[in-house]
């Protein structure tokens, strides 16, 4: 385990988070828009449910890169708590644990933090609020967290003690066990009795104690397979392994009920992928003893474990876990109402309601790493898959024999991440190539694509491209399929295979294409790889010359077409700081500018006119109207993430240019209508979706702006 201070203090953060409240007073002028999200419906791993044991229909759920949600019953919709996390604040987006306060149905809390690598530079953070998410404060943690790491759907690990409020217990991923007691948010302390480096989950009983003092006897679970569960009868100052637990295993959930029966899933593995087997057990503290209550043993052809666990509170004995990673058969809901004596699976008699969302036809749920019964309600409950929940609200139907139905009730429950937008100026507004889930064509942004994603589909897209000429011609490079590339004749409603793709596409990944502004040529830069052009649509390929090779790690270098002249391309090499150029349709390059600022985002070429591109950089933002022979700074501009275009402003013949970035000592979204001459802020600082990883406009509605998210989904924005 990490040696790390027992103590930590840091000031105390009022209100809104610190660093999180642009001063928009000063610097650019501001313009209000109305944000809302291209609507999909979920497309992320949802992680964990939270129902408030004392407040009717109070429901949160946690993501790994999306942030929170908070339910709301009058409209079935869930909101999101977290757009106001900024650019610097983007990986507090990873919500590792969620806990409310049984007393209090206003406060609510977040562990954040995503990763826990040396490479993260940011430490985890708590987030509070005091009006269940409308309103944050923060107070930073000494240690990392896991948001989007193997065990992100066990839990909870951070609770609330049910008698004492003031008292708070985290459990980290691989730094021990933390307190913060009095109310005093920030200052933790490590509990250093406690013997585990990596904690699973926290759980108070509720029955020891008395209210108004600190609940004395509580678990704790550990990443372990040889000791994994731990209790303190003494509000944590010592800690026993409880005798006669499983081996071999690691904790997922743990629940108590209203007799003090602990019940518990195990797995051999954190998930949500690689386990392989699992259990279900329950232990009663009286007398010791364990009981064996597995639905269904894994084995050799039927792998699996068990994660997601909820009990009944209305109606003892009645319990449903779920299994997680069983690939062979598809994961199950199992329910008793015996304590776990017999069980029924649900999913055999199970009728699926995918019409929010019709892309959710082709999948069927995986990555249950949550179930819970609503405290209110015994017919209600929800779980979580590795793209959105399910709800039912019928459950003890299941009891007599007849089938439970489960709708996808993800609205308003956008986590999906982009790597590409196109808005072509014609056909449908908005196309996108999406992780995970392949993409879509969205001829209403405001509806889920009534036929799901692209068809073909093939799991995850990495860049996508229309021909500016011919803008129903679409390109887009995938990561499955028999070949890593796709086109479209009819502005992404159909698609074709290539007839052959490079060979690096396979080996090292797909990388990005680019297509020509007539369509004629193809520009394909996989990972690790020179590029490779096209002149027959796909059909062959030859290898460019001169060109530079791609990286071959997390980040895509991308190919960028001339949006007039068919014959050139230009690539930024962000590795060297230099942009590349091509007259030939991509045959041969040469270093047309160097000495540009690293790890940029996207150069981008402007729609009707020639050899005119931008590009974004953390030194600022770039322009060359030579096809990159030359770049000159935009004035202002300190900081630019991404930057794109849109339709020009009513007396204007240039496209309106979008920017995410930092103008004039203010970080935000931004748009030019005068070729970047003067800025006008167009976010606020509750809309600012964390990490912006595309930004383009839409060439036929002024001032419509799409931002790609990095587990927000897809958000536009429109003048109010």
């Not at 743990?254 to 992928?273: C, E, K, V």
């Not at 974004?616 to 990159?628: A, D, Q, V």
């Not at 004035?635 to 020009?648: I, P, Y």
């Amino acid at each position: 385990m990490k040696i790390l201070p027992s103590f930590w203090r840091v000031a105390p953060i009022a209100s809104l988070l610190a660093g999180l409240t642009p001063a928009f007073a000063a610097g650019p002028s501001h313009q209000p828009y109305l944000w809302r999200n291209v609507k999909i419906g979920g497309g992320g791993f949802v992680s964990g449910i939270v129902f408030h044991p004392a407040q009717r229909d109070l429901v949160y759920v946690r993501t790994d890169v999306g942030g929170a949600y908070r339910w709301n019953q009058e409209d079935r919709s869930w909101i999101p708590l977290n757009d106001m996390l900024g650019k610097e604040s983007a990986t507090h987006l990873g919500v590792l644990s969620l806990a409310v306060d049984p007393n209090n149905s206003n406060l609510l809390y977040l562990a954040c933090g995503q990763y826990t690598q040396a490479w993260e530079k940011n430490h985890a953070a708590l987030l509070w609020s005091r009006d269940q998410g409308a309103t944050w404060s923060r107070a930073a943690l000494p240690f990392k967290l896991g948001g989007n790491e193997d065990g992100r759907s066990t839990g909870e690990r951070l609770q609330v003690d049910p008698h004492d409020g003031g008292i708070l217990i985290l459990g980290t991923n691989h730094d021990g066990l933390w307190m913060s007691t009095g109310h005093q948010l920030d200052t933790w302390r490590q509990v250093a009795g406690f013997p585990a480096a990596g904690v699973t989950f926290v759980l108070f009983d509720q029955r020891s104690g008395q209210p108004g003092n600190p609940t004395p006897t509580l678990y704790v679970g550990a990443n372990s397979l040889e000791t994994s569960l731990y209790r303190s009868t003494d509000g944590g100052k010592t800690w026993t392994t409880v005798s006669g637990q499983p081996t071999g295993l690691i904790p997922h959930h743990a629940a108590l009920d209203s007799a003090g029966i602990l019940y518990l899933t195990y797995g051999n593995h954190l998930g949500p992928n690689g386990l392989t087997d699992g259990s279900v057990w329950k232990f009663n503290p009286v007398d010791g003893a364990w009981t064996n209550i597995t639905p269904v043993k894994p084995t050799g052809d039927d792998k699996f474990g068990y994660a997601g666990l909820t009990l009944d509170v209305r109606r003892p004995g009645t319990l449903m876990v779920t299994t997680l990673d069983r690939w062979s058969k598809g994961d199950e809901i199992f329910r008793s109402t015996d304590g776990g004596a017999t069980w029924t699976g649900l999913r055999a008699k199970a009728a699926w309601d995918h019409a929010a969302a019709p892309y959710t036809a082709r999948y069927q749920p995986h990555w249950m790493g949550d179930i819970k019964i609503d405290p209110f309600n015994p017919d209600r409950a929800i779980f979580v898959t590795g793209y959105g929940v399910w709800a039912c609200g019928a459950l003890t139907a299941a009891d007599s024999g007849e089938a439970t139905r489960w709708t996808f009730r993800d609205d308003g429950l956008e986590e999906t991440v982009p790597a590409a937008l196109i808005s072509p100026p014609a056909g449908a507004p908005l196309l996108s190539a999406i992780a995970d889930v392949d993409g879509f064509r969205h001829d209403d942004l405001n509806a889920s694509p009534p036929a799901g994603m692209y068809q073909p589909a093939f799991t995850s897209s990495t860049s996508i491209d229309f021909a500016e000429m011919k803008p129903a011609q679409v390109v887009r490079t995938h990561t499955a399929g028999t070949g890593r590339g796709s086109c479209s004749l009819d502005g992404g409603t159909t698609w074709t295979l290539f007839g052959s793709s490079p060979p690096p596409a396979f080996t090292n990944g797909p990388g990005a294409i680019a297509i020509s502004a007539d369509g004629g040529r193809l520009l394909w830069l996989p990972k690790a790889s020179t590029p490779f052009y096209s002149t027959d649509s796909g059909a062959t390929w030859k290898q460019s010359r001169g060109g530079p090779a791609s990286t071959n790690d997390y980040r895509t270098t991308r190919p960028t077409a001339d949006r007039v002249n068919p014959d050139k391309f230009y690539i930024y090499d962000f590795i060297a700081g230099r942009i590349y150029a091509s007259p030939d349709g991509g045959a041969t390059f040469s270093v047309a500018s160097s000495s540009l600022p690293l790890d940029g985002g996207m150069l981008r070429a402007v729609p009707g006119r020639e050899g005119h591109l931008w590009l974004p950089t953390p030194g600022g933002l770039f322009r060359s109207t030579n096809s990159g022979a030359m770049f000159s700074k935009v004035s202002g501009v300190q900081e630019a993430d991404q930057v794109g275009f849109g339709k020009a402003a009513p007396g204007q013949d240039h496209p309106a240019i979008f920017l995410a970035g930092r103008v004039n000592d203010v970080q935000g979204i931004f748009r030019s209508d005068d070729t970047g001459a003067t800025w006008v802020l167009i976010n606020d600082d509750q809309h600012r979706y964390g990490w912006i990883s595309v930004i383009i406009g839409d060439p036929r509605t002024y001032g419509r702006v799409y931002l790609g998210t990095g587990g927000r989904g897809i958000i536009y924005g429109d003048p109010q």
